[in-house]
C-alpha cells in the first residue's frame, strides 16, 4: 500500500537554530512527494514537491527537503527556524494505485520554534 | 477573495440533523476534494470529483453524500450527522493541466461540531 509515516507527532528547536521535520514513504514506482504547512485557523498551504530531479527541493519560506530513495526518505529542513515557522506540518504522496489522482497525508508533525 | 471558499466555518448542530458544507473556488481547476481531518490522523479523503459528471468516492465515504452542481462548487452533506463526524472539513482543488504534480489548494475550513 501506498503510505507515508511521520515518525515525531513533535518538535522543538529553539530560534536560529536548523530544523528537520521527518518523513518516510512507502509507494510503488517513483515516488511523487509534497510537504504542505498549516498555520492555525488556516488551511494547509503548499511548500516543496518533488518529482524527478535534484534530490534537495527548496520551496517556499526558505525550507527545502532532501530525497533519498534509499532511505525512503523526504526530510524537510531549514538552516534557520524562526517563531513563524511554528505550525502544523504535512508529508503527502501521490497515490500511483489510483492513476495518480489522489494525495495520501501523513498524521502531521507539530513544530514549535521557540524565542 | 479566497481562491477556494468554505462555507460555514464553524458549524455546531445535533445528532440526526442533516448538514451541507459548500465549497466554491476561482481557481478554474477541475478537480475538487473533500477531507476530514482528525488530530493524530492527517486528513483522510471522502469523496473527490474530476468534474461535473465525475463523483468518486475516497477512503471514508460512508455518511457523507456530495454534489458537484457546477465546475467551481463542490458541497458536501451529511444526512443524519452523528458525534464522531465532528471534525474539521477541508475542501481542495487542483488542476488538471498540470496532473503530474497533482498540488492541492485548500480551503481555509470548516469546523463541525456534532453534539
Known amino acids: 500500500a501506498q503510505s507515508v509515516a511521520q515518525p515525531e507527532d513533535q518538535v522543538n528547536v529553539a530560534e536560529g537554530n536548523p530544523l528537520t521535520v521527518k518523513c518516510t514513504y512507502s509507494v510503488s514506482g517513483n515516488p511523487y512527494l509534497f510537504w504542505y504547512v498549516q498555520y492555525p485557523n488556516r488551511g494547509l498551504q503548499f511548500l516543496l514537491k518533488y518529482i524527478t530531479g535534484d534530490n534537495l527541493v527548496k520551496g517556499s519560506y526558505g525550507f527545502e527537503a532532501e530525497f533519498n530513495k534509499s532511505q525512503t526518505s523526504f526530510h524537510l529542513k531549514k538552516p534557520s527556524a524562526l517563531v513563524s515557522d511554528s505550525a502544523l506540518y504535512f508529508c503527502a504522496v501521490r497515490d500511483e494505485l489510483t492513476g495518480g489522482f489522489k494525495t495520501i497525508f501523513g498524521a502531521g508533525t507539530r513544530l514549535f520554534v521557540k524565542a | 477573495d479566497a481562491d477556494v471558499t468554505q462555507t460555514p466555518r464553524n458549524r455546531i448542530t445535533k445528532t440526526g440533523k442533516r448538514i451541507m458544507l459548500e465549497c466554491s473556488q476561482t481557481k478554474g481547476h477541475d478537480r475538487m476534494y473533500w477531507y476530514r481531518q482528525d488530530p493524530g490522523l492527517g486528513l483522510r479523503l471522502i469523496y473527490y470529483?474530476?468534474?461535473?459528471?465525475?463523483?468518486n468516492k475516497g477512503e471514508i465515504s460512508d455518511g457523507y453524500s456530495v454534489s458537484r452542481q457546477a465546475q467551481a462548487k463542490f458541497s458536501l452533506s451529511l444526512e443524519s450527522a452523528i458525534p464522531n463526524q465532528t471534525a474539521l472539513y477541508f475542501c481542495a482543488t487542483s488542476d488538471r493541466q498540470h496532473s503530474g504534480a497533482n498540488v492541492l489548494t485548500f480551503g481555509a475550513g470548516s469546523r463541525l461540531t456534532v453534539l
Open positions: 470529483s474530476f468534474d461535473v459528471k465525475d463523483i
